[in-house]
């Protein structure tokens, strides 16, 4: 059966951004949808931890290869790193404002991304039939050049949206119709 996983950034919750509307979205259309809790700040958040939460998933066999993934901010390089070190194929991945190896957020932003970072992100295409990464060239918190070059160096389909900073709720996306035509 066809599900999605809508997973959140850093210091982020399944209830911030545009997460909970895209949640109710999918759930509307009658189909399964998961928003995992993933612990969050310094000395929680981190790839290990997060990886349990996900695996937990993945041995209940929720994630398979009808499954979509929908990720914002680091999400996208993690679920990328987590779906290659576990061989595990799904359907598609939809990233939103996706970056890897990117530091100068500020201190609690880069100690807990870092090790969410990894070097063989081009390997996730295996593991996806669809890549689909969503940017904007304003972000306050990731620069453009590297949410283009991680677009750059997995997608099969670019989607840039103009001056839509992080393209969160902070930005005025409590909402993101435009990912609706990619599920």
């Not at 304003?138 to 839509?164: G, H, M, R, S, W």
Request: with cysteine.
């Amino acid at each position: 059966m066809q599900n999605y996983f809508i997973i959140h950034g850093s210091f982020s919750t399944p209830y911030s951004n545009w997460l909970p509307w895209l949640h109710d979205f999918i759930q509307g259309e009658g189909k399964q949808v998961y928003v995992p809790n993933f612990p969050i700040g310094v000395g929680l958040q981190n790839y290990e931890n997060w990886s349990k939460l996900l695996k937990y998933y993945v041995d209940l066999g929720l994630i398979n290869e009808q499954t979509t993934i929908i990720g914002h901010s680091i999400a996208p390089v993690f679920i990328a790193k987590f779906l290659t070190e576990n061989k595990c194929k799904v359907k598609k991945l939809i990233f939103v404002c996706g970056f890897n190896h990117y530091f100068g957020i500020n201190k609690e932003y880069d100690s807990v991304n870092q090790s969410m970072y990894f070097d063989k992100l081009a390997d996730v295409k295996r593991y996806a039939n669809e890549i689909i990464c969503f940017y904007s060239d304003n972000d306050p918190y990731v620069k453009q050049e590297a949410e283009k070059d991680f677009a750059d160096t997995i997608a099969t389909e670019q989607v840039f949206l103009p001056n839509a900073g992080h393209i969160n709720s902070e930005s005025g996306f409590d909402t993101l119709e435009e990912l609706v035509q990619y599920l």
